[in-house]
């Protein structure tokens, strides 16, 4: 399984774009790209997930370069209910969705 | 639709006692994960079960820790003579038969606290 590297923390304040970078510099041809926000005391949510290239949808932005080797989530305009641990997971979908998870990056978001 | 459902949401046991943990699929989903999550990490694999099947249980602690998936009702992870090292918020999720991207539903997990 490929492993991910990813900034422990970031602090950030509202109004601002916050962009996380993680590193796979292992992943696999199948692997995708997936990142989830888990807030405390609650199971991780989906946010994102890509191949390569950008992916939009209404929370986030991922950014993929050609390589693949890295990947980067932009949250637009972040709220202080961003404050949350954001995890980047690389996986095979075709491999029945067994997640790992690493330590994540704790957001913190500030007025 | 109601998302993935665990219950207890807290869970107190004395070492020894055993601890059983509840985890309802979403509707029309056939496929169960259990995660563990112990304080200021990352969630770890623990078992993928489909109805009636154990698929990978490479996370799975090799004694007192087992899964179950049946046919009727709710997957079960059981662990027996719990120890101080047990306490962890244990997450379900799941996801559909033919899963097509790496999305999983987590539901709001177990916290299980051994004293």
């Known amino acids: 399984l490929a492993k991910t590297t990813q900034p422990i923390s970031m602090d950030s304040y509202e109004g601002q774009e916050v962009n996380i970078t993680c590193s796979h510099n292992?992943?696999?041809?199948?692997?995708?790209i997936t990142w989830y926000q888990q807030f405390p005391s609650q199971g991780p949510r989906f946010i994102i997930q890509g191949y390569k290239t950008k992916v939009t949808n209404e929370v986030a932005s991922l950014f993929i370069p050609a390589d693949r080797k890295s990947s980067t989530l932009s949250l637009p305009r972040v709220s202080l209910s961003d404050t949350a641990v954001y995890y980047c997971?690389?996986?095979?979908?075709?491999?029945?969705?067994?997640?790992?998870f690493g330590t994540g990056t704790q957001l913190k978001v500030e007025l | 639709n109601a998302g993935v459902m665990q219950n207890p949401r807290h869970l107190v046991r004395r070492r020894g006692q055993e601890a059983r943990l509840r985890c309802s699929p979403m509707?029309?989903?056939?496929?169960v994960y259990w995660y563990r999550q112990l304080p200021e990490e990352g969630l770890k694999f623990m078992v993928y079960?489909?109805?009636?099947?154990?698929?990978?249980e490479s996370g799975m602690p090799k004694e007192r820790f087992s899964a179950e998936f049946p046919k009727e009702g709710p997957s079960i992870l059981r662990i027996q003579q719990v120890v101080r090292g047990d306490s962890a918020a244990y997450f379900c999720?799941?996801?559909?038969?033919?899963?097509?991207?790496?999305?999983?539903?987590f539901g709001q997990g177990t916290r299980l606290t051994v004293v």
């Open positions: 997971l690389v996986g095979d979908p075709g491999g029945g969705n067994k997640l790992t």
């Open positions: 292992n992943i696999a041809t199948n692997d995708y």
């Open positions: 509707k029309g989903h056939s496929h």
């Open positions: 079960l489909q109805k009636e099947n154990i698929i990978d």
């Open positions: 999720a799941s996801s559909p038969p033919i899963p097509l991207n790496t999305e999983a539903f």
